[in-house]
């Protein structure tokens, strides 16, 4: 079945410093990608999306491009705030019509002045 | 912006008590969906629906049942709650899957 794997559960850095965070995926047909980002003690909220092949998608400072050929969406910041302290999601919608997302376990951001 | 609302925001029951958590969205979306969250599992979708009387069964079923009522109310039930069912409860709405989804503010469930 569909899926998604975020390798780090927690990645903490220095406020300045480039942020990358992994996200892998398989899927049968499916190639509509997501990242969401939820602040502590809020709801998650959608950061970007995209489902065009090696097309840079950009919002909030953050950057991420589809790369089918290694179905990978990693997310992206080149210099890192105190405000992106949160827990970022990636997601896949899952293979069939009227079917939903499935969100990977979760990377939490610390990052440190 | 999309508005979801969610009720109770905490809720404490024993093994075996009955539990139903509502959500209400203002925004006639077609979709609405009932996930949980736990450190180290992220989001995991249980129940969602696209439109009033419809039903589709996410990845996490087991134990809850879910119904949409109108447009605007989804709600999840527990009947028989178990400890394993302790978690951040989320319920979110969208017009359509490759939208965004808007979440509600979440219902904290603590199972005894």
């Known amino acids: 079945g569909d899926s998604v794997t975020q390798t780090e559960g927690l990645v903490t850095l220095t406020e300045g410093l480039p942020v990358m965070l992994n996200c892998t995926y398989q899927?049968?047909?499916?190639?509509?990608l997501f990242w969401y980002v939820q602040h502590l003690n809020e709801a998650p909220k959608l950061l970007l999306k995209s489902s065009t092949d090696n097309k840079r998608t950009e919002h909030q400072g953050f950057h991420a491009t589809l790369h089918k050929s290694s179905s990978s969406f990693h997310l992206q910041k080149s210099s890192a705030q105190l405000s992106d302290s949160a827990l970022y999601y990636c997601?896949?919608?899952?293979?069939?019509?009227?079917?939903?997302?499935?969100f990977g376990s979760g990377t939490k951001v610390i990052v440190l002045p | 912006e999309a508005a979801v609302t969610q009720s109770p925001r905490n809720k404490v029951t024993v093994t075996g008590g009955n539990v139903t958590l509502s959500c209400r969205q203002t925004n006639s979306h077609n979709y609405m969906y009932w996930y949980r969250q736990d450190t180290g599992h992220g989001l995991r979708l249980i129940h969602y629906?696209?439109?009033?009387?419809?039903?589709q069964i996410g990845d996490v079923p087991d134990g809850y049942k879910a119904t949409r009522t109108t447009q605007e109310d989804f709600f999840l039930l527990l009947e028989l709650a178990s400890p394993s069912q302790t978690s951040l409860y989320f319920c979110a709405s969208s017009a359509g899957v490759l939208y965004e989804q808007y979440f509600g503010p979440g219902t904290r469930l603590t199972v005894l």
């Open positions: 899927t049968a047909y499916s190639t509509f």
């Open positions: 629906s696209y439109g009033a009387g419809n039903l």
């Open positions: 997601a896949l919608k899952k293979t069939g019509f009227a079917s939903a997302l499935t």
